[in-house]
């Protein structure tokens, strides 16, 4: 059992490629689709992730994708499930089963994410659906007093609980503490707290003798606040970034998969890329692939394109493969902003 988990997480991880986050939950994608004037429906959702796992030529840039229950039981338009769909293209299915945030008792202005009772359950019918990965999101706000121990401790556990049980399952969890980028806050307090929030979130993974080898992390980059009047460089993002990983993880873990967190899909790319060139230089060289499991950062501009129409399926698909292969490049150090505006470049992605 523990051999196969670890060959999925070095699959989805391993071979050049990153995770799409698909998984957001009804309310969310609903968020999503009225901003972008688009239909809350349940047959636009299906519609929306139906384009976006037939995008020629995806499993190129794409490894893993995680569904939400909706998604995980949709079909496509000729009865296909969207599930067999991504295999045929090479993308490995997963599914997010936390049940979302939910204010913490006590604690104004912190969450933690709940979805443990019934999860042994639903971790069993996922993995006979042929899910081979879950994913829970942990996320701790910043401000003043803020995090406090009692939400650091609490989604750590839950997390740890959560790991446990996938790997019981056979599903190789994705472990996803998120330090939200809300905020004024300068990029050095971002850096401490991640710190912290990795450190808390290890020391449980031990406790409920997680088989590291087994887990990806999906963190946070280190970044300032989207308010703090000094935005800070890529390359001081990526360094720091990598810096802090590297104090917190554990060489076993089997890969890093960052979210991105509200971050536009450029600059997501470009730290993306700067943190990839960091890691693999000189003596600096990191024990783990640093790869990506971004939702808005890839679909953001598809979204928007797609508008619900379907005579702009095509066009949404190409921007959704264009963000895509961008990261891919990314993991290699290749990212230029000149993928974005030549398009010659454009094309050839
Ligand atoms: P974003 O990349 O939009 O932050 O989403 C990633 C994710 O999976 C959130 O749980």
């Known amino acids: 059992m523990t051999s196969a988990l670890v060959a999925t997480a070095r699959t989805l991880v391993g071979e050049g490629r990153g995770l799409l986050a698909m998984d957001e939950s009804n309310p969310t994608c609903n968020k999503r689709f009225a901003a972008a004037g688009i239909p809350q429906t349940e047959e636009a959702r299906r519609a929306y992730r139906e384009l976006i796992v037939t995008t020629p030529g995806l499993g190129r840039c794409i490894s893993g994708a995680i569904l939400y229950d909706e998604t995980i039981r949709q079909r496509d338009g000729t009865g296909v499930l969207l599930l067999d769909r991504l295999l045929e293209a090479g993308i490995i299915p997963g599914i997010k089963v936390d049940r979302g945030a939910k204010p913490l008792a006590l604690h104004p202005g912190e969450t933690v994410t709940e979805g443990l009772d019934g999860l042994r359950e639903r971790l069993t019918e996922y993995a006979d659906m042929g899910a081979r990965f879950a994913k829970w999101r942990g996320v701790i706000a910043l401000g003043e007093g803020l995090p406090t121990r009692s939400c650091l401790a609490a ?173 891919h490049a990314a993991l290699r150090g290749d990212y230029t902003h000149a993928m974005e505006t030549s398009p010659a470049l454009r094309r050839a992605s």
């Open 155 to 327: 989604n750590a556990q839950a997390l740890a609980r959560y790991a446990a049980l996938c790997q019981e399952a056979g599903l190789v969890p994705i472990v996803e503490p998120e330090v939200l980028m809300n905020g004024d806050h300068g990029i050095a307090t971002c850096l401490a707290a991640t710190e912290t929030v990795l450190r808390a979130v290890f020391q449980e993974l031990d406790r409920q003798d997680v088989v590291l080898e087994a887990v990806i992390l999906k963190p946070n980059m280190v970044l300032p606040g989207l308010d703090c009047p000094d935005q800070s460089t890529v390359r001081d993002v990526a360094e720091e970034t990598v810096r802090c990983l590297s104090r917190c993880v554990p060489a076993a873990v089997a890969g890093i998969a960052f979210l991105s967190g509200g971050q536009s899909g450029e600059l997501a790319s470009a730290r993306l890329d700067a943190i990839n060139l960091i890691a693999r230089g000189g003596g600096g060289r990191t024990p783990w692939p640093l790869v990506f499991s971004f939702a808005r950062a890839i679909q953001h501009p598809a979204l928007n394109i797609w508008h619900g129409e379907d005579d702009q399926i095509g066009s949404a698909q190409q921007a959704l493969y264009h963000r895509a292969n961008c990261n």
